[in-house]
């Protein structure tokens, strides 16, 4: 995370009761106003303290959301990961899986759908650095279904493309929960594993 000095050591540790308001503030302005219509003003006015001040914890706008997007996919990433560390049969392992992803999304809607909708800001290292996590995301659940595979549990299908279609359905959620007739998060959890497993499980 940000310094006091202004570096960065993004993903080291938990960043400070300040820094993590500040963080909070950015996300939600950026969830809301797009982040290239945010400026730092806005920023230093939502956690009500001057723009001077607010460069004691941060380099720029940037470097905000860059590590906004890179926290969000690795915690989601050892969340996910720590779950289902230690199950053996890969239709409970995905199941587990599936059901913890979509509880974190609901959880954290605001950061996950910055991610989703910001992630193009970024190019070179950034952007690679990004993406690296998010490949450990997805082979998560990709060596869950190859496993699945070898053991004749799931079908024979592109394990990737399994991945990148049941992730993308779930992705979606923050988009549309909660609504006026928001379903339990039990059941939207119940639903879309069913969808996932009654497609690709052997019969």
């Excluded at 959880?107 to 190019?123: C, I, K, S, Y």
Aim: glycine content about 10%; charged content about 25%; proline content about 3%.
């Amino acid at each position: 995370m940000p310094t006091a000095t202004g570096a960065t050591n993004t993903g080291k540790g938990k960043p400070s009761g300040r820094m993590e308001e500040i963080l909070t503030c950015a996300a939600n302005l950026f969830y809301k106003k797009g982040y290239h219509v945010t400026t730092i003003e806005d920023l230093a006015n939502e956690v009500g303290m001057l723009k001077g001040s607010l460069y004691y914890y941060i380099k720029s706008k940037e470097d905000l959301l860059y590590q906004l997007l890179l926290d969000v996919i690795v915690a989601g990433q050892l969340r996910v990961s720590e779950r289902i560390r230690g199950i053996e049969d890969p239709v409970e392992q995905l199941t587990i899986g599936l059901e913890e992803h979509i509880e974190y999304i609901i959880e954290n809607q605001v950061r996950v759908g910055l991610f989703l909708h910001e992630f193009d800001v970024f190019a070179g290292r950034r952007r690679g650095r990004i993406e690296e996590e998010m490949t450990k995301y997805q082979k998560l659940f990709v060596d869950i279904v190859l496993n699945g595979q070898k053991q004749k549990k799931f079908g024979d299908l592109d394990p990737w493309l399994i991945v990148d279609g049941f992730l993308g359905m779930c992705n979606w959620i923050y988009r549309w929960y909660p609504g006026e007739k928001s379903p339990s998060v039990e059941l939207v959890k119940k639903t879309f594993t069913a969808m996932v497993l009654n497609g690709i499980t052997r019969r």
